[in-house]
């Protein structure tokens, strides 16, 4: 049976519901009809203004943003949904951090509420490095359907990659990675 790889950390019953679901090939046309709107998020401009704005409603106090943008080679799931690097620089004689938010090209697709959960998530580790309680209550502070936008997210990737598996007659895309479970897919 092939691993889900967007939800190993979810209990058997649930990964069971899943699999039912692309096995009946209803998993699309579920997320389809409950996430409707797209987003006008088209190039990193776009997306560090809406970065921004939200930082500015949500986490004015933290520090200043550093680049943002889509990045087409990042992957999802190896990088935990998206990528947050601290990158200390010297300057004026002090030690300055600087937030650099990568998000994968992905988003730029996806419906306008997954991007909000991946720019959530991102905003919410130049606070919490780690995924903990305070980095959770941070998420649910921006976003208060963040667990359900989290766990659909992952339902929408899962289900690209079936779309895509299928479409291509193959296993996956033809490349060859080692997934954190240590299945190479
Ligand atoms: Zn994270």
Not at 94 to 114: G, M, N, Q, W, Y
Not at 149 to 168: I, N
Request: aromatic share 8%; glycine share 6%; with cysteine.
């Amino acid at each position: 049976m092939e691993p889900l790889n967007y939800l190993g950390g979810y209990p058997p019953d649930v990964q069971a519901r899943v699999r039912e679901l692309i096995a009946q090939d209803r998993l699309g046309a579920l997320l389809t009809a409950k996430y409707r709107d797209a987003h006008t998020v088209r190039n990193d401009g776009q997306l560090y203004a809406y970065v921004q704005a939200l930082k500015d409603r949500h986490m004015r106090k933290a520090p200043p943003l550093g680049k943002v943008l889509f990045d087409g080679k990042l992957q999802v799931l190896k990088h935990a949904l998206g990528t947050h690097t601290t990158i200390s620089r010297v300057q004026g004689g002090r030690l300055k951090a600087s937030r650099e938010i990568r998000i994968a090209s992905v988003f730029r697709d996806a419906p306008a509420d997954f991007l909000k959960m991946i720019v959530v998530h991102e905003l919410a580790h130049m606070k919490e490095a780690e995924h903990n309680k305070a980095f959770y209550q941070l998420c649910t502070h921006m976003a208060p359907d963040y667990h359900q936008l989290e766990f659909d997210l992952r339902l929408y990737l899962t289900h690209m990659d079936v779309a895509r598996r299928t479409a291509s007659g193959t296993h996956l895309d033809g490349a060859s990675h080692t997934t954190a479970q240590g299945f190479t897919t």
